[in-house]
């Protein structure tokens, strides 16, 4: 079974261009979530779906951050413009709703590098 | 909002040592996750651990939700475990998120 994919692995770009990073959670999950990684700190969560539906963002940036998920399936979380600040690790995970059970299982991360 | 503490931040262990990683957290959660990230970035699953004592291999972990801490213990170390060691914990009421721990920084040396 494949695990989660994100792509692309890792990303440069200058401030003030916009990004976009990718994910495709493990097949039959429909929770999705996006969290960001700062270094020397443990992941944050951004945003989370259940199928298509953002059921928690309060802690995205919506002034730069948008994320969306249209057909419940992959999810794509874009930046505009990026800030020095939005350097980090952007990791996706998902997980399976069984019983209130909700292990998440996550990608390799994308890593963003914002001169 | 909930604390996720690690204890400790850093651990150099020689080969074949044992270890013991400690997470306290400050309020009641619904359940716990051990995560490792290897040195490449990756998260890995190694416990989904509300309560009880769970075993997989040299590792094991044992969480005690009405003290609110959970122990991960890691057996005859080697090098390959080297990475950061996270505990997220998922509040109750959240369906699913996570709030991670700083993590502990482990050094397995040959």
């Known amino acids: 079974e494949a695990g989660v994919v994100q792509s692309p692995r890792y990303k440069i770009i200058e401030k003030k261009q916009p990004v976009a990073f990718w994910c495709n959670p493990i097949?039959?999950?429909?929770?999705l979530y996006w969290y960001r990684q700062n270094l020397g700190q443990g992941p944050e969560l951004l945003i989370r779906?259940?199928?298509?539906?953002?059921?928690?963002d309060s802690q995205l940036p919506k002034d730069r951050f948008s994320a969306e998920r249209l057909k419940g399936v992959d999810s794509t979380l874009k930046i505009q413009p990026a800030e020095l600040g939005d350097s980090a690790v952007y990791l996706c995970a998902s997980s399976l709703e069984a019983g209130a059970v909700y292990e998440q299982y996550f990608g390799p991360g994308t890593r963003l590098t914002v001169t | 909002g909930i604390q996720v503490e690690q204890s400790p931040p850093d651990l150099i262990l020689q080969e074949g040592a044992n270890s013991t990683l400690r997470c306290n957290f400050s309020d009641s959660v619904n359940n716990l996750q051990w995560f490792h990230q290897n040195p490449w970035g990756q998260l890995i699953n190694l416990f989904y651990?509300?309560?009880g004592t769970k075993q997989n291999g040299r590792l094991s972990a044992t969480t005690v939700a009405t003290e609110r801490y959970s122990l991960l213990y890691i057996s005859s170390s080697q090098t390959t475990d080297s990475g950061v060691y996270f505990c997220?914990?998922?509040?109750?009421?959240?369906?699913?998120?996570?709030?991670f721990g700083k993590g502990t920084k482990l050094s397995v040396k040959p």
């Open positions: 779906y259940e199928n298509e539906e953002a059921v928690d």
């Open positions: 097949s039959g999950h429909n929770t």
């Open positions: 997220a914990v998922e509040i109750i009421g959240s369906q699913g998120n996570l709030i």
């Open positions: 651990i509300p309560s």
